[in-house]
């Protein structure tokens, strides 16, 4: 099995900073892109930033420019930094990982977790 858990989520005032960090752990043989989803309440999940193998990255529209996505591959980890936060980024964040889990499959399995909250509001 896969779990991944979400970390950094919190209270922060408009214009400021958080890190969000989740880990991917259990039956791992690979993992190839990874990826931040958010969702607020009465609204739909929204890719927010996703990141390859290679590390190529991609963002929404409303995140460009504020925040970045990192992984490191040793680890199994993936990272949303999140500048100039606004209030409308409220919402719960939540990582998501394409996982290959042995050598005899080349198949990738998305999973994902249960999400970290963050608020924006002074």
């Known amino acids: 099995q896969v779990q991944l858990v979400e970390s950094g989520g919190g209270l922060v005032q408009p214009g400021g900073s958080l890190r969000l960090s989740c880990v991917v752990s259990g039956s791992i043989y690979s993992i190839n892109d990874m990826a931040w989803y958010r969702q607020a309440p009465g609204t739909q999940r929204e890719l927010v930033a996703v990141?390859?193998?290679?590390?190529?990255?991609n963002y929404a529209d409303s995140v460009k420019g504020r925040f970045t996505i990192s992984r490191d591959n040793a680890k199994n980890s993936v990272y949303l930094q999140m500048n100039s936060l606004k209030p409308e980024d409220a919402a719960v964040y939540s990582c998501?990982?394409?996982?290959?889990?042995?050598?005899?499959?080349?198949?990738?399995?998305?999973?994902w977790g249960k999400g970290t909250q963050v608020t924006v509001s002074s």
């Open positions: 998501d990982a394409g996982v290959r889990s042995n050598a005899k499959s080349d198949r990738f399995d998305r999973y």
């Open positions: 990141i390859s193998s290679g590390g190529r990255t």
